[in-house]
T-cell receptor, first 113, second 115 residues
């Protein structure tokens, strides 16, 4: 059974810093990996999706990488802003069906003004 | 374009009561799914549908029923609510019929408290 782990569970950094969030998964046979953002009391917003054949995806100040063979992904946030404060979730698609997406427990990020 | 909508936003039930959580999407997506989010557990798949008339079980289906009579709607029914079903429920949809192979769009969630 696929398991997804996110480290750290919580992170607090000053505004302007570059930071990296980590995601690891136990089964490398995946179709894709998605990074989501969740604000308190809100739903999930998709940030980036990386297909298994891709190494990285970029959107604005966000860059996500994927190393399928080692079961790892990172989300890099450049020049962090207070508005980036949220919980970031990593989710792996191992083949649809009853597997759906397997989620990590998230990294709670606080950017200090 | 409203995306994925869920009603109600919040609900309190007594043990044994039944209710239906509504989910609708206006993107003509074939694949729809329901997840529950519990503290310290992450999101877990309850049921999913790959198209109208087709539904199947996810990781934690017990106590829940679903149906998919139209492409737009995917309601989740709690037959006899239990305190263990206290959670936040999210509905999601995506553009590919076979599964979540593309970007997943999530609704705002329904917070359910079972007393």
């Amino acid at each position: 059974k696929q398991e997804v782990t996110q480290i750290p569970a919580a992170l607090s950094v000053p505004e302007g810093e570059n930071l990296v969030l980590n995601c690891s998964f136990t089964d490398s046979a995946i179709y894709n990996l998605q990074w989501f953002r969740q604000d308190p009391g809100k739903g999930l917003t998709s940030l980036l999706l990386i297909q298994s054949s891709q190494r990285e995806q970029t959107s604005g100040r966000l860059n996500a990488s994927l190393d399928k063979s080692s079961g790892r992904s990172t989300l890099y946030i450049a020049a962090s802003q207070p508005g980036d404060s949220a919980t970031y979730l990593c989710a792996v698609n191992s083949g649809g069906g009853a597997d759906g997406l397997t989620f990590g427990k998230g990294t709670h990020l606080i950017i200090q003004p | 374009n409203a995306g994925v909508t869920q009603t109600p936003k919040f609900q309190v039930l007594k043990t044994g009561q039944s209710m239906t959580l509504q989910c609708a999407q206006d993107m003509n997506h074939e694949y729809m799914s329901w997840y529950r989010q519990d503290p310290g557990m992450g999101l877990r798949l309850i049921h999913y549908s790959v198209g109208a008339g087709i539904t199947d079980q996810g990781e934690v289906p017990n106590g829940y029923n679903v149906s998919r009579s139209t492409t737009e709607d995917f309601p989740l029914r709690l037959l006899s609510a239990a305190p263990s079903q206290t959670s936040v429920y999210f509905c999601a949809s995506s553009n590919t019929p076979g599964g979540p192979y593309e970007t997943q769009y999530f609704g705002p969630g329904t917070r359910l408290l079972v007393l």
